[in-house]
């Protein structure tokens, strides 16, 4: 009887300590959404519980958050998750100081050594360091290579009857379409040619994909994060992650060795680049030449530079990839007009789509604007992770978040919601950023297109939240680089692409099931097929 008694008090100790010790998250969820944030709690933590697998969790975040009122919190161990949807949650959360972390959970990263997982000082100092190996000048004389490369992908569809049928599997395109990418990727960054888009034996591309898989596995079931656990709980993500990891480490190492050495040698003759083209001009510029600069000056190690080389092909490669896949996607499944005028748009001004210019491309409004809405509906990082590393108010409410509270910004949803994007939200329509052009312009029609239209962040201010668009996320922690350079690639694919072969699929948009694997894929992708036709080789306008 007073045993019972004695652990019941007890009991009701640790429960009013914890409380205590968690009173800033309480308070939290108290301000966010008053005593349904309280009540709900336990409801969150059995939806949490059963959706912990990158598989399902997109889908039904989708699905539930509706149900609650939002910006949402819930209490996950000791931590306090602030869940982000709106235009002015994401203003607030991207540029406040004390949200520029990362967070531990995405330290199962494999690059996490690299830009874009390092945290505090070391990243300010990072970025610093390394913005001006993404200015316009440098990325502009890579038109080059992003010609050769697209040129040769031409070629292999060409080349390959079965791939021009009827119906070709999405993730076969997507395979050579990686490949594609990752030899741009290999050049761009590190100067080196590589055969991908032929062939890759050594399962490159595929082992990034892996890693990434495998770190998106690690980001929703955080226990993983241990090693130890990691080993035991899941041996076989573990060994595979191992494998693919040390793949990766010594083809970028012995890349980065080799061009070290050369870059010390030809340092020392002046200039003189042995046993390389000194007339490739670009080459200089690269991004890791760039950086052994740093390492000259004392400011890097070899070994850093290692990891930000592979963390860089990471980023460069499996973004842009997956983006020019979403947009072949709208594209095939568009029963409009879209595919008629972007190829109208694009023989007007690219004559030859053997070679795609920089002017060029900055005439091709259409294809913009269809670039952009394809980001939009399908935004290819679905999610981003914030770290909270001190206790900050959140602008134009009463909620202080607490300090090591996570921070999840849901850019997929909000890009996708009709608060922000009208009725038509879900639909794609390129026209939306047209008209949002116009409108910016000054061309004023009341009345008209209310709730659609967007562009360039800093002309919607009257119409659209800025902060409704985000596919490269915003603030001081945004995608590496100026606005329209990060695009120039899947452009210059995107117009040969386009103008050489005719894209239609009979799989509607509405069926995709989307799945966060880090950059957005489809639980049914293999249902996808593409049928690839070539034009007809007359150069005419159609
Ligand atoms: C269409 C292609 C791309 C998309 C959709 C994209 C999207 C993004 C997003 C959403 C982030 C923010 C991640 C976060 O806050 O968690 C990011 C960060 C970053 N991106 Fe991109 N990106 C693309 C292409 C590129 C390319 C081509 C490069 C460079 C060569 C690049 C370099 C970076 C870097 C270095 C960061 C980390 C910045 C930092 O943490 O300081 N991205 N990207
Ligand atoms: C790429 O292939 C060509 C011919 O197929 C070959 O000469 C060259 O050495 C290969 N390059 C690499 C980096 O494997
Ligand atoms: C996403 O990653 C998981 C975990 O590795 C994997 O099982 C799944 O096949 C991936 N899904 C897609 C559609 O790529």
Redesign the pocket.
């Known amino acids: 009887m007073h045993l019972s008694v004695a652990l019941w008090a007890c009991g009701a100790l640790l429960a009013v300590l914890l409380t205590w010790q968690q009173r800033k998250s309480w308070r939290l969820i108290w301000q966010l959404n008053g005593w349904r944030g309280v009540v709900q709690q336990p409801l969150l933590w059995i939806l949490l519980c059963l959706n912990l697998h990158p598989n399902s969790i997109l889908e039904k975040v989708t699905k539930y958050r509706v149900y609650f009122q939002r910006p949402m919190a819930v209490l996950v161990g000791t931590r306090v998750l602030v869940y982000i949807d709106d235009p002015a949650g994401m203003e607030c959360i991207l540029n406040a100081p004390e949200c520029l972390d990362?967070t531990f959970l995405q330290d199962g990263f494999f690059v996490r050594r690299g830009?874009?997982?390092?945290r505090g000082q070391r990243?300010k100092l990072r970025?610093k360091q390394?913005n001006p190996a993404?200015s316009h000048n440098i990325v502009a004389s890579f038109f080059d290579v992003f010609n050769s490369v697209g040129n040769q992908i031409i070629e292999q569809f060409l080349s390959q009857p079965d791939l021009h049928g009827k119906g070709v599997k999405f993730t076969d395109v997507e395979d050579l379409l990686s490949r594609a990418v990752l030899e741009v990727?290999c050049l761009?960054?590190m100067g080196t040619p590589t055969n991908f888009t032929q062939i890759d034996d050594a399962h490159i591309a595929h082992s990034y994909k892996r890693l990434l898989e495998i770190s998106a596995v690690r980001v929703v079931k955080p226990w993983l994060q241990i090693r130890l656990l990691h080993r035991l709980l899941a041996p076989e993500l573990y060994e595979e992650s191992r494998k693919c990891c040390k793949l990766l480490a010594d083809f970028v190492g012995e890349i980065v060795t080799t061009k070290h050495r050369n870059w010390r040698l030809r340092d020392a003759v002046g200039g003189e680049t042995p046993g390389e083209d000194s007339s490739a001009g670009w080459q200089r510029r690269i991004?890791i030449e760039q950086i052994f600069q740093l390492a000259a000056n004392g400011e890097m190690t070899l070994e850093e530079i290692m990891h930000e080389a592979q963390?860089?092909v990471l980023?460069?490669f499996e973004?842009?990839s997956n983006?020019i896949m979403l947009a072949l996607l709208c594209l095939a499944t568009n029963k409009g007009d879209c595919q008629r005028r972007l190829l109208a748009e694009i023989r007007a001004v690219v004559p030859d789509s053997g070679h795609v210019g920089l002017e060029q491309l900055q005439q091709l409004r259409y294809l913009d604007a269809f670039v952009s809405e394809s980001?939009r509906l399908l935004?290819?990082?679905p999610m981003?992770?914030?770290h909270v590393s001190r206790d900050f108010q959140l602008a134009g409410r009463d909620a202080i978040v607490p300090q090591n509270s996570i921070i999840v910004l849901d850019?997929f949803n909000m890009q996708r919601d009709e608060r922000w994007w009208g009725p038509t939200a879900k639909q794609f329509d390129p026209q939306r950023f047209l008209d949002h052009e116009e409108q910016s312009k000054g061309h004023d029609n009341p009345g008209s297109g209310s709730g659609t239209g967007s562009g360039d962040p800093r002309r919607q201010r009257d119409r659209r939240h800025s902060y409704s668009f985000?596919?490269?996320?915003n603030g001081l922690?945004?995608?590496?680089?100026m606005s329209p350079l990060?695009?120039f690639?899947?452009k210059v694919f995107l117009v040969k692409l386009i103008s050489n072969f005719d894209f239609q699929s009979d799989f509607e948009l509405e069926k995709l099931q989307f799945v966060e694997n880090i950059s957005l894929k489809f639980k049914n992708a293999d249902d996808i097929l593409l049928a690839i036709q070539p034009h007809k080789q007359s150069k005419e306008s159609p």
């Open positions: 990362k830009l874009l997982h390092a990243w970025r390394l993404f990727s761009t960054i991004f963390s860089m980023v460069s973004t842009v983006s980001l935004a290819t990082v981003n992770l914030r850019t985000l596919p490269f996320s922690r945004s995608c590496i680089g990060r695009t690639i899947m």
